[in-house]
């Protein structure tokens, strides 16, 4: 134990971490549901994502999703995105993939520290899902799209979209937003097939495909949560069978 830090030894320094990691975890409790509108083999489905964090809850950082890689996206490199504008909020108008809606706590409470969702007030604010134009430096990074997650009035996550260990994964960072804290629950609805932006782009494409199996057969859904306040994370995980 030569390694010192801060007059501890190194061994006792990740004794010490490990302890108070379990107490922030016990404040940081997002939970996750995954449902297909269709659990038909080798079929198209919409998904319904459905997040939830209860009040007094460290806030989150950032989000990462992932679908077993046997559901396809067959579309994925065809959807039509848009260039994002850096002189605006919300990036641009792409083909939209999905909707939702959030009910989350708002007022001068979120700001303080610590908290005090009390004076807060719950509003109700929508949400859309749409593509975006990768860079060239994100492409090479591997990533093979980006899907902006834009909720109304909060923040825009983008959400960076590649495949890792037979996954399709879908990570974003949340910026952080002072006047906005849990409790929350939130609804996203990736449709079966895609709509075109208000300006007409694309629209008609199919989205997720079911993987084809010839029986039953159950595959992983799962999403992984950081904390903005402190080190903890969360891992959520959850079966879903699809049939032949």
């Known amino acids: 134990m030569r390694i010192m830090r801060n007059g ?78 850096p002189d605006v909020r919300i990036p641009c108008d792409g083909e939209v993939l999905g909707e939702g809606l959030i009910h989350i706590m708002v007022g001068p409470g979120c700001a303080q520290a610590p908290q005090d969702a009390s004076r807060a007030t719950q509003v109700e604010l929508p949400a859309k899902l749409v593509v975006v134009e990768e860079t060239q430096d994100q492409r090479q990074a591997g990533t093979l799209a980006i899907w902006n997650l834009e909720i109304t009035g909060v923040t825009t996550i983008p959400l960076s979209v590649g495949k890792s260990g037979g996954m399709w994964v879908m990570k974003g960072d949340i910026p952080a937003n002072p006047a906005t804290c849990p409790e929350f629950d939130f609804t996203l609805d990736i449709f079966k097939t895609s709509e075109a932006s208000v300006t007409g782009v694309g629209g008609g494409r199919t989205i997720f495909v079911n993987p084809k199996v010839k029986k039953n057969t159950s595959y992983k859904f799962s999403a992984k949560f950081w904390s903005l306040d402190s080190p903890a994370t969360r891992t959520v995980s959850q079966k879903v069978t699809i049939k032949r």
């Not at 080798?42 to 990462?64: F, H, S």
């Open 8 to 85: 501890l030894p190194a061994a006792l320094l990740v004794a010490v971490l490990a302890v108070a990691g379990g107490a922030w975890a016990g404040n940081f409790t997002p939970t996750i549901k995954f449902k297909l509108a269709t659990t038909k083999s080798n079929k198209p489905t919409a998904i319904k994502i459905d997040v939830r964090q209860e009040r007094g809850e460290e806030e989150l950082a950032t989000v990462e999703l992932r679908v077993p890689g046997a559901f396809k996206l067959p579309n994925l490199a065809k959807f039509e995105g848009c260039t994002p504008r």
